[in-house]
Structure formats: structure tokens, C-alpha cells
């Protein structure tokens, strides 16, 4: 619930009734607990579906990553000097000093690099916030260098997730970065290309080591990037449910019958692997979960007097010896 509130836009009715009026001194209502529970973060705007040519197209176009990456080298080894190619890519790393999140981006003019940067972002963010805000940071730079009419430009990004939200629409984590994306990719005819990672492609062995440099030098840029994104704080909600569940079931777990517990089972909010068994094999699993079936201490316990219960080997029908027999 929490989460939620904090991805409502800003108009929303919920969201009005997240602030109490005046100087009550009560608790607040219960949406007010709930939103509490969780650091603030820039909430999502609704803004208008965002349409480029090739965004409904996979950026792999299903072509393998090792082939793509041999394309790639000799179409950007092949660029003239006017073309402006923008490498860039995030980084999360932890060491005992904490989390580190930051991005770097590296700008060639045909095979030539001519400007580099990099930072560091919130912490409570993701590596996708990272190379969201780190495309549009070298798209920014590339826009101040001297260029003419002639000039393409290229961003080429490794996250194939970052691509499909520069070219259609934004999500709601680090939106305003994607959304900023889509104003200058509009106005300036950027065009997009997947560069895949670790297949030793110049530019983008540079970014990676540029984000690398930038998480860990801990200069956050003053404004959006200094703020928690959405993805960060859902990491906080799910380890709140987490704990939460986890206590509840620790809880309550010794009052459940011995041969229930006697399974070790651990209690999830995902939907169960065993959920996606085909119903008779479910059926015979959850009989021996919960020892209700056709099983000896079953049929005594109900008093059934023509009940069969013995195996046709002659042992006691048991949970155990339908499984070990």
C-alpha cells in the first residue's frame, strides 16, 4: 500500500489526503501511517504515451550478443568525424563503506573521444536509475559540444530496458530522467542503438569504468539525482513485507499441528512453485501437507468403520509410507 501511495501522481485524490490539514496532533489516519512507512521520492506524473519510430522493435532484434556486438564495431569503426556517438552505463556495487550508485558516460566524434563525466546518485536507487540518468547526462554534454547541420548523434546503451522506455514511454522510476530523454531525443533527432555489454566495445568499456569511478566517488549532483527513486524505495517496501510475514509466521507457526510443521514449509506472498503442479499430483501433495486423505489416523480420527487402512503390502496407510514406499 505504501508503495502504491508513493506512485500516485501528484493530482490524484489519494495523494491530497496524504497531508493532514492544520496542526492535528493525532497520529493521522491510517493512509498517513501507511505512506510514512517509507522515505519520500518524486512522484510520477501522468504524461502522454510516447511514440518514436522503432519502439515497439526489440532492441536485440533476436540477434545474440556476440553477433550484434561484431555489427556494432564495424558500423562505429565505419562513422565519419561528424557523427557524435554517446556510450553510457550505471553501476551498483556494495563494499564495507555502504551501497554505491552512480553512472558515466563516454562522447566520441567518429572514433574519437572528446568529453567524458560521471556521479554518483541516491543511494536508495537502482543500477536502471543509474543508466537512465547516465544516458541522458552524456546527452546533455553531446548537445553543448560544436556541432553543424549535419551532425548525427547516436545514443548507444547496453540495458535493453533503458532503451525501450527512451524510445516509448517513461517508467515510473527516475521518470523525469526518461522524460527530459524524450524531449531532447524529439527535438534533436537522436537516434538509438543497443551496444552490448562486455563484448569489448570501446565506448562502452569506458562508461562501464566511468560508472564504476562515478558511484564510488560519492558526489551526488544537486536535484533530481540526489533524491530516492521509486525503484529504491520499493526495495524498502518488499524487505518491510518481508520482515513483516516472516514475523507473523514465526509467530503463529507454533500453534499449527506437529504434523503440519514437521515439513519445515516457509510461508511466501509469491504464488507457490506447487501451484503450477497439474491438479492430481497437488491433490496428493497437499493431502500429505495437511494429512487429510486416505490415510490411517484420517480415518480413525472421523470414525469411518469401512475405511481401508492398510496398504496392500500390509504396513499402515501414512503420509510417510505413501512417499518412502
Not at 105 to 110: E, F, S, V
Not at 199 to 214: F, H, K, M, P, R
Request: glycine share 8%.
Amino acid at each position: 500500500m505504501a508503495l502504491r501511495l508513493r506512485r500516485l501522481d501528484v493530482r490524484h485524490p489519494l495523494t491530497m489526503r496524504l497531508t493532514a490539514p492544520g496542526h492535528r496532533t493525532q497520529n493521522g489516519t491510517r493512509l498517513q501511517s501507511a505512506d510514512r512507512l517509507l522515505p519520500g521520492a518524486p512522484r510520477p506524473i501522468l504524461s502522454a504515451p510516447h511514440y518514436t519510430p522503432g519502439c515497439r522493435t526489440d532492441p536485440t532484434q533476436g540477434i545474440d550478443k556476440e553477433t550484434s556486438a561484431a555489427s556494432f564495431n564495424d558500423w562505429w569503426n565505419a562513422l565519419p568525424p561528424n557523427t557524435v556517438t554517446i556510450f553510457s552505463d550505471g553501476s551498483e556495487s556494495y563494499d564495507d563503506a555502504g551501497k554505491h550508485v552512480g553512472y558515466g558516460y563516454a562522447i566520441y566524434q567518429g572514433q574519437a573521444l572528446v568529453a567524458t563525466g560521471k556521479g554518483a546518485i541516491n543511494t536508495l536507487s537502482h543500477v536502471f536509475d543509474a543508466e537512465a540518468i547516465g544516458a541522458l547526462k552524456g546527452l546533455q554534454k553531446a548537445l553543448t559540444l560544436p556541432s553543424n547541420a549535419d551532425t548525427q548523434r547516436w545514443l548507444c546503451i547496453d540495458s535493453t530496458s533503458v532503451i525501450w522506455c527512451k524510445r516509448a514511454n517513461a517508467s515510473d522510476t527516475s521518470q523525469w530522467a526518461f522524460l527530459e530523454s524524450h524531449r531532447l531525443i524529439d527535438r534533436h533527432a537522436v537516434n538509438i542503438r543497443w551496444s552490448p555489454g562486455h563484448q569489448g566495445i570501446t565506448g562502452n568499456e569506458a562508461a562501464d569504468s566511468l560508472a564504476d569511478a562515478g558511484a564510488k566517488s560519492d558526489i551526488v549532483d544537486p536535484g533530481p539525482t540526489a533524491q530516492p527513486t521509486i525503484s529504491g524505495i520499493g526495495s524498502i517496501a518488499r524487505s518491510l513485507a518481508h520482515n513483516v510475514t516472516s514475523g507473523w509466521w514465526r509467530k503463529n507457526k507454533p500453534t499449527l499441528s506437529g504434523g503440519y510443521r514437521k515439513w519445515q514449509l516457509d510461508y511466501a506472498l509469491k504464488e507457490p512453485m506447487e501451484l503450477k503442479l497439474s491438479r492430481p499430483t497437488l491433490h496428493r501433495l497437499l493431502a500429505l501437507r495437511s494429512r487429510h486423505g486416505d490415510f490411517e489416523a484420517y480415518h480413525k480420527r472421523f470414525k469411518h468403520e469401512d475405511a481401508e487402512t492398510h496398504c496392500p503390502c500390509g504396513k499402515a496407510k501414512t503420509p510417510e509410507h505413501l512417499v518412502f514406499l
